[in-house]
């Protein structure tokens, strides 16, 4: 399966690639560092799957141009999905795909360390 995949970054590529490789290599991924919007959607021209991040946009238009482009399958790498429009996707055919939980534990050590950086008078602008 050809697969675009947006917002990326180093540890993505990484990460992607080896569990790609421990599939068989199964997968043809395209890096894309660019956030997903209608401005960059048609970069997944040749692709079956999009592969989208937190901040990456796929409401209406964008789905009109992924569908459009071939596009069968959105795969989320995140918890959420209100960044989908669902009823769009489902009006395309185009299957949405999410992770469907998060670690506790990952979220209390982030509690922590957003408590810790308060404490220390870090902040992020």
């Not at 180093?10 to 080896?18: A, G, H, K, S, V």
């Not at 901040?55 to 399958?73: C, K, Y």
Request: proline share 3%.
């Amino acid at each position: 399966m050809r697969v675009a995949v947006f917002s990326t970054k180093p540890y993505d590529r990484q990460f992607l690639d080896t569990a790609n490789a421990a599939a068989g290599h199964q997968h043809r991924l395209t890096y894309i560092e660019a956030h997903l919007s209608p401005e960059t959607a048609a970069l997944s021209a040749t692709a079956d799957a999009v592969c989208a991040f937190v901040n990456d946009q796929l409401d209406t238009a964008v789905l009109r141009i992924l569908g459009w482009s071939g596009v069968q399958l959105v795969a989320l790498r995140c918890v959420g999905f209100n960044n989908v429009d669902l009823a769009a996707a489902k009006d395309l055919d185009i299957t949405v795909a999410r992770v469907p939980a998060c670690s506790p534990h990952a979220v209390a050590e982030h509690t922590v360390a957003l408590i810790l950086a308060l404490n220390r008078k870090i902040y992020w602008t």
